[in-house]
T-cell receptor
Framework: KAGVTQTPRYLIKTRGQQVTLSCSPI?????VSWYQQTPGQGLQFLFE???????NKGNFPGRFSGRQFSNSRSEMNVSTLELGDSALYLC????????????????FGPGTRLLVL | KQEVTQIPAALSVPEGENLVLNCSFT??????LQWFRQDPGKGLTSLLL?????REQTSGRLNASLDKSSGRSTLYIAASQPGDSATYLC?????????????FGEGTQLTVNP
């Protein structure tokens, strides 16, 4: 079974631009979460999508947004980029049991490294 | 607010040594705890998942324990190898969380010297 894939793997943008990152979860996984990793702040939760609905959101400004499609693929968008947005953006997918809603192991993609100049 | 702490921040050991990585969390109301490994510049690889009702999980040379009441977990690595060199992260999903939101510790950077 293919793992979580993220595209693109690397991005260079300038301040003020916007960027869209894509994440394809493991087949059958309906939950997709996004995280930002920086040397100073570590791994911080951005948001989670389940069945095309955002069901959890971290403490990030409104410039960070996301969505999930019917095939569970997810995108996140960052508008008006700032230097501090330079980071490794990771997405994770997990299988959610239909009957109990229990979460299983979360599997991470290789990440998209964003550099804002 | 859940806080996760990992000690030590860095660890350097000779090959073959058994070692223990520590993780503590402030709110014992957790759904599960997961240990990950991260190689430089790469994504996270899941190592072990412990549900809140479990006390430990084992996979090969790895053994993770969970003491929910004291807010602690340990990752035991037996007979360490240079290939084990990486950053190890623990993360919890809180019971009050609707969903899969992970709260991470800052990680332990492990170096195993040949």
């Amino acid at each position: 079974k293919a793992g979580v894939t993220q595209t693109p793997r690397y991005l260079i943008k300038t301040r003020g631009q916007q960027v869209t990152l894509s994440c394809s979860p493991i087949s059958g996984h309906r939950s997709v979460s996004w995280y930002q990793q920086t040397p100073g702040q570590g791994l911080q939760f951005l948001f989670e999508y389940f069945s095309e609905t955002q069901r959890n959101k971290g403490n990030f400004p409104g410039r960070f947004s996301g969505r999930q499609f019917s095939n569970s693929r997810s995108e996140m968008n960052v508008s008006t980029l700032e230097l501090g947005d330079s980071a490794l953006y990771l997405c994770a997918s997990s299988l959610v049991k239909r009957t109990s809603g229990d979460q299983e192991t979360q599997y991470f993609g290789p990440g998209t490294r964003l550099l804002v100049l | 607010k859940q806080e996760v702490t990992q000690i030590p921040a860095a660890l350097s050991v000779p090959e073959g040594e058994n070692l223990v990585l520590n993780c503590s969390f402030t709110d014992s109301a957790i759904y599960n705890l997961q240990w990950f490994r991260q190689d430089p510049g790469k994504g996270l690889t899941s190592l072990l998942l412990i549900q809140s009702s479990q006390r430990e999980q084992t996979s090969g040379r790895l053994n993770a324990s969970l003491d929910k009441s004291s807010g602690r977990s340990t990752l035991y690595i037996a007979a360490s190898q240079p290939g084990d060199s990486a950053t190890y992260l623990c993360a919890v999903v809180g019971l009050g969380t609707s969903g899969s939101r992970l709260t991470f510790g800052e990680g332990t950077q492990l170096t195993v010297n040949p």
